[in-house]
């Protein structure tokens, strides 16, 4: 089976898993506008309202582009106009809507309101966030295609390393090397705070410096519109250099983390970053589908604890409450791994490890790897030298 194949039977599951939650939750219809949700829903981008009934078939009512291959296309100029599209269609207009509540505007929300005259609306965006938090068998190999190259990557980090490089230096070479790999250049995150490029690369004392995004470690970046990741100061002996740049070779992205140091580098260092380690492999030892993402956090803290280690948790001036998160279409999916979560493992989720620490004057380590549960366990997707890399 090609690809093309492939695509239009997963596209068949996934809108059925969506009807299925409407059918359950006696909803009539649904609009998904956004990117991502018109991507998972379609296999592509358009501007415009992807339509799905409960029971039948979709409707694609676009904006642009024009000479969209889609069956059921109708092309619109405003939402307005879906109303009086439905009925030539042979539609009637539903009663009840999911909208993306969420992440568009009140302006456009309101507007899809008013077209439908509804009874009931509800928010789409929670439910298709778990809905993809889920992957088919499509998405979990599309996940090992991105990992291999993410792999690929990594290993070629030490040959553009040269010394009395800054950060930022160092980051443009491996952006190069992720370009030339076929990384799609953007990192697609959910949420109004969390604006990055292509990842994010801290380095010695940086690593310490907080930020307001909510990724789980900061940086002061090199302005204040971004203050997160490199700052443009020169790597100097014993930093470390701590790389997580994103795995987005296709649409369903891995999260993968690895640590490298100038030379030697603090004890301390390596001590905590044993205990990362030593973090994932307990992780994958205990991790399937029932154990909730709380027991892992705790485990996870209770290792660091035992090590003396929490002063630099997660970081030290800022500190993360979460050691991982969902990994798909966007890098920060359902399950988010935190102390009070209520959330369970299930098969088929995607979800990245990153138990990470800063230790002062030196930089932040620690390794973040990408793993799928299984039906009894967890399987690693990120396979590469775990060990901080000496430069």
């Given at each position: 089976m090609n690809y093309e194949e492939a695509l239009t039977k997963d596209l068949e599951i996934r809108r059925r898993r969506l009807q299925q939650a409407m059918q359950d939750m006696n909803i009539e219809g649904c609009v998904l506008s956004t990117a991502v949700n018109v991507f998972y829903m379609t296999g592509l981008v358009y501007n415009g309202y992807f339509y799905l009934p409960a029971e039948g078939k979709p409707i694609h009512?676009?904006?642009?582009?024009?000479?969209?291959?889609?069956?059921?296309?109708?092309?619109?100029?405003?939402?307005?106009?879906?109303?009086?599209?439905?009925?030539?269609?042979?539609?009637?207009l539903p009663k009840s809507l999911l909208i993306e509540t969420d992440v568009i505007s009140f302006g456009e929300c309101a507007r899809l309101l008013n077209t439908f005259s509804l009874d009931e609306a509800a928010n789409?965006?929670?439910?298709?966030?778990?809905?993809?938090?889920?992957?088919?068998?499509?998405?979990?190999e599309q996940a090992r295609v991105c990992a291999r190259r993410h792999e690929t990557v990594y290993k070629l980090i030490p040959s553009v390393y040269?010394?009395?490089?800054?950060?930022?230096?160092?980051?443009?070479?491996i952006e190069r090397l992720m370009r030339l790999h076929g990384s799609l250049g953007i990192f697609r995150s959910y949420g109004e705070n969390m604006?990055?490029?292509?990842?994010?690369?801290?380095?010695?004392?940086?690593?310490?410096?907080?930020?307001?995004f909510d990724f789980a470690l900061g940086g002061a970046g090199t302005n204040p519109i971004l203050p997160l990741g490199a700052s443009g100061e020169k790597i100097?002996?014993?930093?470390?250099?701590?790389?997580?740049?994103?795995?987005?070779?296709?649409?369903?992205?891995?999260?993968?983390?690895?640590?490298?140091?100038?030379?030697?580098?603090?004890e301390l260092a390596y001590r905590a970053h044993q205990v990362s380690i030593d973090i994932n492999n307990r992780?994958?030892?205990?991790?399937?589908?029932?154990?909730?993402?709380?027991?892992?956090?705790?485990?996870?803290?209770?290792?660091?604890?035992?090590?003396?280690?929490?002063?630099?948790?997660?970081?030290?001036?800022?500190?993360?409450?979460?050691?991982?998160?969902g990994v798909?279409?966007?890098?920060?999916?359902?399950?988010?791994?935190?102390?009070?979560?209520?959330?369970?493992?299930?098969?088929?989720?995607?979800?990245?490890?990153?138990?990470?620490?800063?230790?002062?004057?030196?930089?932040?380590?620690?390794i973040e790897n990408t793993y799928l549960v299984t039906e009894s366990g967890v399987e690693k997707l990120t396979i590469l030298e775990e060990a901080i890399i000496e430069l």
């Open positions: 009512f676009v904006k642009r582009p024009e000479g969209i291959s889609l069956e059921n296309t109708v092309y619109i100029r405003k939402p307005e106009q879906i109303a009086d599209e439905l009925p030539n269609l042979n539609r009637s789409a965006s929670t439910l298709m966030r778990k809905i993809r938090s889920i992957k088919t068998a499509f998405e979990v040269r010394n009395g490089m800054t950060d930022i230096e160092l980051q443009i070479e604006d990055i490029y292509m990842g994010s690369l801290l380095v010695g004392e940086n690593a310490e410096a907080p930020s307001p100097k002996k014993g930093d470390t250099i701590m790389v997580d740049m994103a795995g987005n070779y296709t649409p369903w992205m891995t999260d993968m983390t690895r640590v490298f140091s100038a030379g030697k580098t603090l992780v994958m030892d205990m991790a399937k589908p029932g154990v909730s993402c709380a027991e892992i956090y705790n485990l996870s803290m209770d290792m660091v604890v035992k090590n003396n280690l929490e002063q630099y948790f997660m970081g030290t001036k800022q500190q993360a409450k979460f050691v991982g998160h798909g279409l966007e890098i920060n999916e359902p399950p988010v791994l935190t102390p009070r979560s209520k959330e369970l493992l299930e098969p088929n989720i995607v979800f990245a490890l990153e138990p990470k620490f800063v230790i002062p004057e030196v930089g932040a380590v620690g």
